[in-house]
Each structure stands twice: as C-alpha cells, then as structure tokens.
C-alpha cells in the first residue's frame, strides 16, 4: 500500500502540473493491470473525473467519446493485445479540440505522448488540496443505446454502493485477497475489482478477461 499510495501522489502530481484543472476530465484506455487502479486513483486525487473507455475501442469511437466529454487528456498504454493504441489515441487526440495531454506507459512512446512511468520515477511534490463530493462525477461510462453509445457520470457515492453490494453479498472479509479478471473499462468492471479491493483492504490481483473453455483447453494441453 505504501508503495501504491508514493505511486498514485507521484501521477497525481503529474497530472496536476500538467495544468489539468480540477474536475476536468482524463478518458483512460488501459488494460486490466496495475497501472489502471494506479491511474484512477491519481486522478481523483488529484480532483479529475475518469471517463473509462473500452479496449476495443478504435479511433472513430475515441474522438466520439473524447468530443462528447470534453476530455482534457487521455491515458493509455503503448500496445496491448498487438494493436497500438499510442497511434489511437494520438490520431483520436487530433481530431478533437478540447484535449491538451496525451500521456501513456511503456516503452516507444510516440513523440509528443507525455511517459508517466517516467512520471512515477521522478515524482513532484506539487499537491492540490481537493475537497471531494460524494454527490459529483467521479467516473464516466458508456452505456450503448440504440442511438449508439451514452456517456453516463456515475458519482462516489455510486461506486462505493456498487462495491459495498458486491463485498456483502458475497461476504467479502476484510484482508482477503481479491482476483478479477473483468475489464475495467465500465462501472460493473470498476465497482467489482478496484472498490471492492479498497473496501477490503486486501489484495487485489488482475488478470486479463479469459475465455474459461479456451483455458481449460490449454491447460489440457500442456
């Protein structure tokens, strides 16, 4: 936790001396991986709203989405799954108008995409009082419609009432050590891996969505 927490304050300052406003909105566009709990973490620390965008999302779908929310910044990571999606969301960032940081992790960043594991590794000690508001967005997701996708604000008191449900109805104890291999990138996928972790205070373990038959099939193989 300890190390979690120089982790989220070193993002969190990041974004801060970025000249990102308080309130304003990052879309992120991760893996289920440390860096997405670390990166949704830092930024409502840092006082911002998460719009959380799904992995199969392409170009056209990223500026929909980034136009619709207004964005400030987007997060993502350099490839995953073999596609690039540094390419993706520098492309969708130029399209739309209100985005001013494109930050990402890995290696080979594309020039002008700001590296935040490099923003890990050389923290600033800037710090933003934020007075946090139960009753406001701290997270934005996407319904689909038949009118297309809708963005839906889903406040703290939303993500804590969907982690709290899940942690007791399943008789979630305190410390345990949790494993989810749900995508993130949707309120369900957020309230069931991330809060349910911190209302635990355990372990939280991520792995990538699998297809069970598809794993025992490899399974049998080896």
Do not use: C
């Not at 309130?23 to 990166?39: G, K």
């Not at 594991?117 to 997701?141: L, N, W």
């Amino acid at each position: 936790y300890a190390e979690a927490n120089r982790s989220i304050t070193a993002l969190a300052a990041h974004f801060v001396d970025s000249g990102l406003p308080a309130h304003s909105v990052i879309a992120v566009q991760l893996a289920n991986t440390v860096e997405f709990a670390l990166t949704v973490l830092a930024a409502q620390r840092a006082g911002l709203v998460v719009a959380v965008f799904p992995l199969l999302w392409r170009q056209a779908e990223l500026v929909a989405a980034l136009n619709r929310t207004s964005a400030r910044a987007i997060v993502t990571q350099t490839r995953i799954d073999g596609v690039s999606h540094a390419d993706l969301a520098m492309n969708a960032a130029a399209e739309a108008f209100s985005i001013r940081h494109v930050f990402g992790f890995g290696n080979d960043l594309p020039e002008g995409m700001g590296s935040l594991d490099q923003a890990i590794e050389q923290p600033s000690r800037t710090v933003r009082p934020v007075i946090q508001d139960g009753r406001k967005a701290a997270i934005i997701s996407f319904d689909v419609t038949a009118e297309g996708f809708r963005a839906v604000p889903r406040t703290h008191l939303s993500l804590i009432a969907g982690g709290l449900a899940l942690s007791l109805e399943s008789d979630m104890q305190q410390g345990a050590t949790v494993m989810s291999a749900f995508a993130p990138s949707s309120f369900a996928g957020l309230a069931s891996s991330v809060v349910v972790w911190l209302l635990s205070g355990g372990t939280l373990v991520l792995h990538h969505p699998f297809d069970a038959e598809v794993l025992e099939q490899q399974v049998g193989e080896f």
